[in-house]
């Protein structure tokens, strides 16, 4: 392999490395998202609950 092959496959597997990082950051920020979701629904229901008991 020359040094020109080389360096490209060394790019090519920094790129990807990089893409995988990305995506696992898009993925833990739409796992954050839900979580908050959930978590308001149930802070909602709770307060509900609340209320109802007077």
Known sequence: MSQTQLA???QTTAN???????WRIVKARER?????ERLEDAQE???D??????
């Open 45 to 47: 229901l709770n307060f």
């Open 32 to 36: 954050q998202e839900r979580i908050r």
């Open 8 to 10: 490209a496959q060394l």
């Open 16 to 22: 990807i490395d990089k893409i995988k990082h990305a």
């Open 49 to 54: 609950d609340l209320q109802g008991e007077h």
